[in-house]
């Protein structure tokens, strides 16, 4: 899979872009927060598997449903 941002840096953004990114980044904090609130995870290959899909879960029915109320 080809990189589409290689070569780009965060000025050459646009703002909706960059909203995106943090209110999803937001949503993936939230959930694993409900998920597994007392844990502090490094990174995500450190995650449990049934943690992550949890998480994923989550965060999919939220954008799924934000998509279905803005249609």
């Not at 007392?38 to 995500?44: G, K």
């Amino acid at each position: 899979m080809a990189d589409k941002n290689k070569g780009k840096t965060v000025r050459d953004a646009k703002p909706r872009d960059l909203r995106d990114h943090f209110e999803f980044a937001h949503a993936i904090a939230v959930a694993m927060g409900n998920n597994c609130p007392t844990a502090e995870w490094r990174s995500w290959k450190d995650v449990p598997r049934n943690l992550k899909k949890d998480v994923m879960d989550e965060v999919l029915c939220k954008y799924t449903l934000d998509d279905d109320m803005n249609e």
